[in-house]
């Protein structure tokens, strides 16, 4: 007997978030909208940003470029190699954005940095940070000014929240959320495992209905900014994400490392999860998927193949080339696996948690700030997120010259 993934109790429950959030088609279209940069820069003016996207309009046209790099290796690209998409996570919210941009145009002769391709922040959406103006503004600099391809937002469903909204999504959804008060009106989801206070390693912690607090979460914060690339670290929210977002083309998910896709048996398991959802054109609401750190550069391909044969389009792999100790395990180098896949005709994005040197915040205490905490340390955390980015840049560059195409940023052009 094949058993369904989400119960017809499940899918009223989603079916109801949806409607109470105005139904596919207009959080579809309010994503678009609010994706749009004079949209943005009109809101951002009224909310006290706009001093801080004319810096950043200003800084973007000192930014060193990839083709004046072509010119001086002249590259021979081999068609037969994968193409290489860099990745950065930490960037933290807007002040550690601003300062990482002004650091990239004050170092673009010395130390050059291409901009990311995609962008990977662990900020958790508080009220604040996605009402207030943060979120918007780092989303105009990254999204609209880089012209980075992707940034990913994530939600920690143990952070508090108004007790109302509770009350609400209970009365639409019929579930019931266990949760503490934490005063001032403010209730939190119970979490019952060892972690991080915003849940047990960066949110995985998805008991009994909590997805559906996942993904409120996920489409407050997309409406409200036209954020469109949410982290998903657990089985159950990647289940309700790719029901939820099937007929949300505005809307995807990344697969977290977090999640330990560390062999091709867990890697068939999502492919499984996402054909049960799939969209009429074959696509899923999972963008990426970031294979385990355990994996080996055979076992990455073998993954990508069985992508490939499973008929589902538009989703990508990631490895982590370096990270910090928090995450695996100390002086962890990717790089070499990395070339021996892009080399076999795989594609590949590489991702950086670290730049491989230890540095004040180049771990995940940095991604569990309060909102005052990261703004007080935003040079100290955007420090951080240069030299990871430096450091794709040189490992770009070194696959550039063996003939490997690498993307960047398309403000990097």
């Not at 001093?51 to 590259?75: G, L, S």
């Not at 995609?118 to 207030?132: C, F, Q, R």
């Not at 070339?339 to 180049?362: I, P, Q």
């Not at 940095?366 to 794709?392: C, H, P, T, W």
Request: proline share 3%; aromatic share 10%; glycine share 8%.
């Amino acid at each position: 007997m094949k058993y369904k993934l989400l119960s017809h109790s499940d899918l009223k429950a989603i079916d109801a978030l949806k409607e109470f959030h105005g139904g596919s088609n207009e959080i579809n279209q309010t994503i678009k909208k609010m994706r749009d940069l004079e949209t943005r820069k009109k809101i951002l003016n009224e909310r006290g940003f706009g001093e801080m996207i004319t810096d950043a309009e200003k800084w973007i046209k000192k930014f060193p470029k990839v083709e004046d790099f072509e010119k001086e290796i002249n590259p021979v690209y081999n068609k037969d190699f994968g193409i290489a998409t860099s990745q950065v996570s930490g960037f933290q919210g807007a002040y550690v954005t601003h300062f990482f941009m002004k650091k990239v145009a004050e170092t673009a002769k010395t130390d050059p940095v291409f901009i990311p391709a995609e962008m990977i922040s662990v900020v958790p959406l508080t009220d604040y940070y996605v009402y207030s103006g943060d979120l918007m503004a780092t989303l105009a600099m990254t999204e609209n000014i880089m012209q980075t391809s992707k940034y990913c937002s994530t939600n920690l469903i143990g952070i508090p929240h108004p007790e109302s909204r509770f009350v609400k999504l209970e009365e639409v959804t019929g579930k019931t959320f266990h949760r503490g008060d934490v005063g001032e009106n403010m209730s939190a989801i119970i979490l019952k495992n060892q972690g991080t206070a915003f849940g047990n390693f960066g949110g995985i912690e998805v008991a009994d209905d909590n997805h559906l607090f996942y993904l409120d979460g996920v489409i407050r914060t997309a409406k409200e900014n036209g954020a469109d690339f949410f982290l998903n670290p657990s089985w159950s929210s990647i289940i309700a994400a790719c029901y939820f977002g099937r007929d949300i083309p505005n809307l995807n998910f990344k697969v977290s490392m977090l999640l330990a896709t560390q062999n091709t048996m867990q890697f068939r398991m999502l492919l499984n999860i996402m054909n049960e959802y799939i969209r009429d054109d074959n696509t899923t609401p999972i963008y990426e998927i970031n294979i385990g750190n355990g994996v080996s550069p055979h076992n990455f391909i073998q993954c990508a193949k069985e992508l490939d044969e499973s008929g589902i389009k538009g989703v990508s792999l990631a490895a982590h080339i370096r990270i910090n100790p928090d995450l695996g395990i100390e002086n962890f180098n990717w790089i070499e696996n990395a070339h021996k896949v892009l080399e076999s005709g795989t594609n590949m994005t590489y991702k950086y948690e670290s730049d491989g040197t230890a540095r004040e915040f180049d771990t995940m205490a940095a991604y569990f700030m309060s909102d005052d905490e990261r703004k007080a340390n935003a040079q100290k955390i955007g420090d951080v997120i240069y030299y990871k980015s430096l450091r794709a840049t040189k490992d770009g560059k070194d696959m550039m010259k063996k003939g490997i195409r690498v993307r960047f940023g398309n403000g990097s052009y």
